[in-house]
């Protein structure tokens, strides 16, 4: 699909009078919009619910949006449980999808209700001693192992992904039988989570996923008469980075997992499990924007566009080497007739946000605006280089420009040094 930025020229010039480049930007707009189809695509599942992966946008004005848009939070860490409970969250709108997860962490989801989802079957000890007791509401993360493929066809496989590779979950065995331990225990509400394959770009991911974590369902009451109260599809709905790709279509996707809980559990009279998602890139990666500034140009071997951004605002593009689309500002209908490599200032040759990038011509003050950076941008980044963290602006519906989080200061990169910084050397 083409990839239009969601703020013009004109916008971002009116912006920089008071908040300087570079920034990230996010879209209410989208972000509400694409929240309400995913809300109707499983709204034939009574229980469904969106638990937003904090870690893709960790940011309480983002949570804010979505919960009013009846997501709940899925949780990671201790400063992610902090955040969802100070903006008002409690109890089931909060999930707690952890590993290798400090006893402390444990204590607090139990404390403020949170669902805790054991990525291990040691986990059931440790939790017990951590919380007191087995909380009533507790769900298991299932790992399957192998190879995860998806739709083969003369390219390749649609999806592969390697769950036998993966640090996560609970073999089958180990599954069932921590489903009985947490019933001895006191467990009254059971559910299951499990996360095979990353970013898929595919309409069948979810109902593949469905099928199979559907059919252990049934399993798994046949064996141990758990019946699950909820099955979480977790997050790895993808997104199109590149214009080219297909985009996955959320109404599609919700009816392929309906037809996966008609087949499977409707005939074994499991018809009231909810459907969770804990999706992360597909809520927020294509609303926000990183808005640089063209600050160099230099022609060596190669012809270089420095910008006032670096891998350390977003560093998909240099780890990944993921492809993040970009937009000059004012130039959006002019011939992309310039091949750039598009660099930040980091001392490393992987910060680049684009190779070989075929653009308008790039003067110097023009402002670049690079996509898809609303999940997994800002969060990602880091102070290599003495690089600060950059602001997070929200686009109002209105069209007001709102800052959520201010840009870090020098001071603040200072701060954790006190000792040191008194000393004034
Ligand atoms: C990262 C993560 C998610 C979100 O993944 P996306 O690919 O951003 O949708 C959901 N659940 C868990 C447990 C995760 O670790």
């Known amino acids: 699909m083409e990839k239009k930025p969601f703020v013009t020229k004109e916008q971002v010039e009116e912006i920089v009078k008071k908040y300087p480049t570079p920034f990230h930007i996010y879209d209410e707009k989208g972000i509400r919009e694409n929240a309400r189809k995913l809300k109707a695509a499983f709204a034939w599942n009574k229980g469904f619910k969106e638990y937003f992966a904090v870690k893709a946008t960790p940011n309480p004005s983002i949570l804010r949006i979505l919960h009013e848009e009846g997501c709940g939070t899925d949780c990671s860490s201790m400063a992610e449980l902090v955040m969802s409970h100070k903006i008002g969250l409690s109890g089931n709108d909060i999930m707690f999808s952890s590993n290798d997860t400090p006893d402390e962490e444990f204590a607090y989801a139990a404390e403020i209700g949170a669902t805790i989802n054991l990525d291990d079957i040691t986990h059931i000890p440790f939790v017990k001693k951590a919380c007191g007791s087995i909380p009533k509401r507790i769900s298991c993360r299932y790992n399957p192992g192998g190879v995860f493929t998806l739709g083969e066809s003369k390219e390749g496989f649609q999806v592969m992904d390697n769950p036998g590779d993966a640090k996560y979950g609970m073999t089958k065995d180990q599954l069932m039988e921590a489903y009985s331990t947490l019933k001895a225990e006191g467990a009254e509400e059971f559910g ?8 898929t770009i595919s309409n069948d991911y979810y109902p593949a996923l469905a099928k199979i974590l559907f059919s252990l369902a049934v399993e798994i009451k046949e064996k141990t008469g758990v ?10 709905v993808g997104i199109d980075y590149k214009p080219e790709q297909p985009a996955n279509d959320i109404t599609k996707i919700g009816e392929g997992v309906k ?4 087949e499977v559990l409707v005939p074994a009279g499991m018809d009231d499990v909810e459907i969770y998602t804990e999706l992360g890139r597909f809520m927020l990666a294509p609303y926000g924007h990183l808005i640089t500034k063209a600050i160099h140009e230099k022609h060596i071997y190669k012809e270089y566009i420095g910008v006032d951004a670096c891998a350390s605002n977003l560093m998909r593009p240099a780890v990944y080497g993921s492809y993040h689309h970009i937009t000059v500002l004012g130039k959006e209908n002019a011939p992309a007739d310039q ?4 660099t930040g200032s980091l001392c490393e040759n992987c910060d680049k946000f684009a190779v070989d990038r075929k653009l308008p011509k790039i003067e110097m003050g023009d402002y670049l605006a690079i996509h898809d950076t609303g999940a997994h941008g800002f969060a990602m980044g880091y102070n290599y280089n003495g690089r600060l963290w950059s602001a997070e602006l929200l686009l109002r519906e209105n069209g007001d420009v709102t800052q959520i989080r201010r840009a870090e200061t020098i001071d603040d990169y200072f701060a954790t040094l006190d000792g040191f910084w008194n000393l004034d050397i």
């Open 339 to 342: 091949t750039y490599d598009v």
């Open 227 to 236: 019946q699950l109260k909820f099955i979480n599809l977790s997050g790895g």
């Open 259 to 262: 037809k996966a809980y008609e």
């Open 192 to 199: 299951m989570h499990a996360f095979l394959a990353s970013n």
